[in-house]
């Protein structure tokens, strides 16, 4: 079957940085998105890896590695709005989407 | 109004009632998609619309009815649900349902108890 998995919750402190993790076994690889979730509003596009290696954008950074099927989102200087949810998301080869089931992402003064 | 938008953020129901909930995009975008969300669990496809014409059904229960009168305006019509059905119900669009790179843009959801 196709999984998607990262951790459930994370913890880290105002102006650090945070690495969350997604590891996917898929059928086939389109392109690995994601996305973040503040509590009660829409999922927004934070970014999308279809070869390996990273990139970023501003203080946000997504890496990839398809023969690993693995990813990670690394966040810098925390700030507060920086609390939500994180949603991975992997495309297979039939260009579905296979989602993680989140990591809430708690960020503390 | 930009973006995408739904209607209504928040709706209780018996297990007999009837209701709908509505999704309008101005994106100009082709495909729309009805998501579930449910506490911990990863998103579930529901429903595709693409240029009005419905793609997947990704075996829904039919108390959930999708309509697609416009490439602007989605539908979810609910009936006869059960209390596993409450979750957030999520809408979103993108420029098409094909093979591109298909960025979501979503809705914020309408957050459905069903008692």
């Known amino acids: 079957g196709q999984n998607i998995d990262q951790p459930t919750e994370m913890t880290a402190t105002e102006g650090a940085i945070v690495q969350i993790n997604c590891t996917y076994q898929?059928?086939?690889?389109?392109?690995l998105f994601w996305y973040q979730q503040h509590a009660g509003e829409a999922p927004t596009f934070l970014s999308y890896?279809?070869l390996d290696g990273l990139e970023e954008k501003g203080r946000f950074s997504s890496f990839l590695s398809r023969s690993k099927g693995y990813s990670y989102l690394l966040l810098k200087e925390l700030q507060m709005k920086d609390s939500a949810s994180y949603l991975c998301a992997v495309r297979d080869s039939n260009y579905q989407l296979i989602w993680g089931a989140g990591t809430k992402l708690i960020i503390k003064p | 109004e930009t973006g995408v938008t739904q209607t209504p953020r928040h709706l209780v129901m018996g297990m007999t009632n009837k209701k709908s909930l509505k999704c309008e995009q101005h994106?100009?975008?082709?495909?729309m998609y009805w998501y579930k969300q449910s506490a911990k669990k990863p998103l579930e496809l529901m429903f595709v619309y693409n240029f009005k014409e419905q793609t997947e059904n990704n075996s829904v229960p039919s108390r959930f009815s999708p309509e697609c009168p416009n490439s602007s305006h989605l539908f979810l019509h609910l009936h006869t649900l059960q209390p596993e059905d409450s979750a957030l119900y999520l809408c979103?669009?993108?420029?098409?349902?094909?093979?591109?790179?298909?960025?979501?843009?979503f809705g914020a959801g309408s957050r459905l108890t069903v008692l």
């Open positions: 898929t059928s086939g690889f389109n392109g």
């Open positions: 890896n279809v």
């Open positions: 994106l100009g975008h082709n495909a």
């Open positions: 979103a669009s993108s420029q098409d349902g094909g093979a591109g790179a298909n960025v979501l843009t």
